[in-house]
């Protein structure tokens, strides 16, 4: 099995990657035969091509036929008088190659692909197995990925949050503007609907939710505490404060 890192654009929408696999291939001087070029395998004479041989022992009940694998071929039947230099007759040698792997769109972490005959080739030139290709995602320095559906935080100052505003995001799809309504909370969110990752299975994308953070000032100077202290809904109000989806937190990467 073989690693294959990508990054999250890579996961959303697909691509092809070239990867250096290392395996056991067929011989292409002996075609996977064994036998150095101009000479052929031979029936095994010790085992006359059967593979096995057999002994007669006598024991107290009486004659016992055991059979077992022919030593002088390994039970193959045929031996290689002249075995071939390239792969000293095992009909096969190590090559590195280079594949190409469609991944599909909406693959994630731990996805497996198959390519099918393109793993190690068995001794004597068998037939060759599968690899399987493992998907490990980078992770993505703004959004986190939960599923199909991304997450990123986006930081407002308190009088933006108040007013309104509207935030440049840098998306999968290129630059979004979002617009972030008069009166939204610390913890809102909104959805960008299909701006996530393709389904692997099905149709369609998942969401990016970009989450809200209102920032509270930390230091005011003495013009904007007068204007504060001047807001008359500034005084302290006890009971529940809105919709406080904190749920949802850890994707403030960015
Ligand atoms: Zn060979
Ligand atoms: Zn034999």
């Given at each position: 099995?073989?690693?294959?890192?990508?990054?999250?654009?890579?996961?959303?929408?697909?691509?092809?990657?070239?990867?250096?696999?290392?395996?056991a291939v067929v011989c292409t001087t002996c075609s996977g035969e064994g036998a150095a070029p101009g000479t052929s395998a031979q029936t095994c004479d010790m085992c006359r091509g059967r593979g096995e041989v057999s002994q007669?022992?006598?024991?107290?009940?009486?004659?016992?036929?055991t059979s077992r694998p022919c030593p002088q071929c390994q039970g193959f039947g045929t031996v290689v008088p002249t075995p071939c230099p390239e792969c000293a007759g095992d009909g096969r040698v190590?090559?590195?190659?280079?594949?190409?792997?469609?991944?599909?769109?909406?693959?994630?972490?731990?996805?497996?692909?198959?390519?099918?005959?393109?793993?190690e080739v068995g001794p004597g030139g068998g037939p060759a197995?599968?690899?399987?290709?493992?998907?490990?995602?980078?992770?993505?320095?703004?959004?986190?990925?939960?599923?199909?559906?991304?997450?990123?935080?986006?930081?407002?100052?308190?009088?933006?949050?108040?007013?309104?505003?509207?935030?440049?995001?840098?998306?999968?799809?290129?630059?979004?503007?979002?617009?972030?309504?008069?009166?939204?909370?610390?913890?809102?969110?909104?959805?960008?609907?299909?701006?996530?990752?393709?389904?692997?299975?099905?149709?369609?994308?998942?969401?990016?939710?970009?989450?809200?953070?209102?920032?509270?000032?930390?230091?005011?100077?003495?013009?904007?505490?007068?204007?504060?202290?001047?807001?008359?809904?500034?005084?302290?109000?006890?009971?529940?404060?809105?919709?406080?989806?904190?749920?949802?937190?850890?994707?403030?990467?960015?």
């Amino acid at each position: 099995m073989i690693r294959l890192e990508i990054s999250l654009d890579e996961a959303a929408f697909g691509t092809t990657k070239d990867i250096q696999v290392d395996t056991a291939v067929v011989c292409t001087t002996c075609s996977g035969e064994g036998a150095a070029p101009g000479t052929s395998a031979q029936t095994c004479d010790m085992c006359r091509g059967r593979g096995e041989v057999s002994q007669v022992t006598r024991s107290f009940l009486g004659q016992v036929m055991t059979s077992r694998p022919c030593p002088q071929c390994q039970g193959f039947g045929t031996v290689v008088p002249t075995p071939c230099p390239e792969c000293a007759g095992d009909g096969r040698v190590r090559s590195r190659r280079t594949l190409t792997v469609k991944i599909p769109a909406g693959v994630d972490n731990g996805t497996r692909i198959q390519l099918a005959g393109e793993g190690e080739v068995g001794p004597g030139g068998g037939p060759a197995g599968d690899l399987y290709v493992e998907i490990h995602e980078t992770p993505h320095e703004t959004f986190q990925r939960r599923g199909d559906d991304l997450h990123c935080t986006v930081t407002i100052p308190m009088t933006a949050g108040a007013l309104g505003t509207k935030v440049l995001l840098q998306t999968l799809d290129g630059v979004e503007e979002v617009d972030i309504r008069p009166g939204t909370q610390s913890g809102q969110s909104i959805p960008l609907h299909g701006r996530g990752v393709t389904h692997l299975r099905g149709n369609g994308r998942g969401d990016l939710i970009v989450h809200v953070e209102v920032q509270t000032p930390g230091k005011l100077d003495a013009e904007q505490e007068r204007l504060l202290r001047s807001w008359p809904s500034c005084a302290a109000r006890s009971g529940p404060r809105g919709s406080s989806s904190r749920g949802s937190r850890g994707c403030s990467r960015g």
